[in-house]
């Protein structure tokens, strides 16, 4: 007994024309966010490592850096 799990209308044809601007759209819309992300991650490292310089501690030093890399005093 075998089961069919894609019927012979259900094919997928990953060479379409659609397909292929498909995927240039959803590259173009992630570029800014994983910007920012790479942004905001180079930020938290940078500012903890300069609180953990100063503090000597390592408690609470990525709160901190979060805060004020997302805008906090």
């Known amino acids: ?11 997928l044809n ?3 024309p659609g397909t292929g601007a498909a995927l240039m759209i959803l590259a173009l819309t992630q ?7 790479a942004a905001e991650v180079a930020c938290i490292g940078e500012i903890s490592h300069q609180m953990w310089r ?5 408690k609470g030093v990525n709160v901190i850096a979060v805060q004020k890399c ?3 005093n």
């Not at 570029?31 to 992300?37: D, E, L, M, Q, Y």
């Open 1 to 11: 007994m075998s089961q069919i799990f894609w019927p012979k209308g259900w094919k």
């Open 14 to 16: 990953v060479h379409a």
């Open 31 to 37: 570029i800014p966010v994983a910007i920012k992300t």
């Open 54 to 58: 100063a503090t000597k501690s390592h």
């Open 70 to 72: 997302n805008g906090k």
